[in-house]
């Protein structure tokens, strides 16, 4: 959803994100809490809400489990700058891609960008397999229950296909 500020405030526009946040190797906890505060840091982007941290075993790879979480950004950002400035921040924390589906230290995904549905060379939106992972459906749901996925519908109507997945809460 983009969201016009009310007059008196310069037409000040932003667009509601979403980002899954994952990790699995070094200090992976310590790697999302960065993350975090990164995107709050970041210029054109305001922190709104950040869902619990969940462990998730890896799935279509190895290594160690994961640490997950997703946060809901307001940004001013366009979709592309936007991605460009997560993978500054993945690199920021040294993430190499040396192939499909490799442990990381900090993977940054954009789920969801307002209502829009992209497909460019570099990104689509919504993140084509948000609904097949409960690693993002799980903590999604928990910042947004009755969010929709465009082009797909209720985020809730997904979460018993992937009830099987392992995934707990860190308290």
């Keep these: 959803m983009s969201i016009i500020g009310t007059p008196g405030e310069d037409g000040f ?24 505060e990164r995107l ?9 809400a950040a869902s619990g ?29 936007l991605l460009q400035a997560l993978h500054g921040i ?3 924390h040294g993430r190499e891609r040396p192939y499909r589906n490799a442990p990381r ?35 999604l749901l928990e910042l947004a229950p009755a969010i929709h996925i465009p082009g797909k519908g209720a985020a809730q109507d997904y979460a018993a296909s992937v009830a099987d997945q392992g995934i707990s809460p860190i308290i």
């Design 40 to 48: 709050q840091r970041l210029p054109g982007c305001t922190l709104m």
């Design 90 to 92: 993945e690199q920021a």
């Design 53 to 81: 941290l969940y462990r998730t075993a890896p799935i279509d790879s190895s290594g160690d489990d994961y640490i997950n979480a997703v946060a809901r950004i307001a940004t001013t950002l366009d979709a592309e700058a």
């Design 13 to 36: 526009a932003f667009t509601i994100a979403y980002i899954g946040i994952g990790a699995n190797l070094g200090d992976a906890r310590g790697n999302v809490a960065d993350a975090l």
């Design 105 to 139: 230290t900090l993977d940054l995904d954009l789920l969801l960008y307002g209502d829009q549905q992209i497909a460019s060379a570099t990104l689509t939106v919504p993140h084509p397999r948000m609904t097949e992972r409960a690693f993002v459906l799980v903590p």
